[in-house]
C-alpha cells in the first residue's frame, strides 16, 4: 500500500552477519513499504557487506554505503 508519504530507514551494520538477514527481512516485509532503504556497512570484517550487497541486487530500494570503520 503507497502512501501520500516517503518512508525512509536507515540501517548501521558492522559485523552483523548472523543477525541481518533477520533484520533486512523485517524491513522487507512490513506491510507499509519503504521507499528507500540506506545500508550503512561500517567497515565490517564479517559476511555482512555481502549479504547487504544481495539485497541491494534484489530490491531496487536499497542502498548500500561502504565506508571504512568508523568507530
Not at 507499509?32 to 539485497?55: H, M, P, R, T
Amino acid at each position: 500500500m503507497k502512501s501520500e508519504y516517503s518512508l525512509g530507514i536507515v540501517i548501521p551494520v558492522y559485523n552483523v552477519e548472523n543477525y541481518l538477514k533477520e533484520c533486512l527481512e523485517s524491513v522487507v516485509n512490513q506491510t507499509i513499504l519503504f521507499d528507500e532503504v540506506i545500508l550503512i556497512n561500517d567497515g565490517s570484517l564479517d559476511n555482512s557487506g555481502q549479504i547487504c550487497e544481495q539485497y541491494c541486487k534484489k530490491y531496487s530500494y536499497f542502498q548500500l554505503i561502504n565506508q571504512e570503520n568508523q568507530g
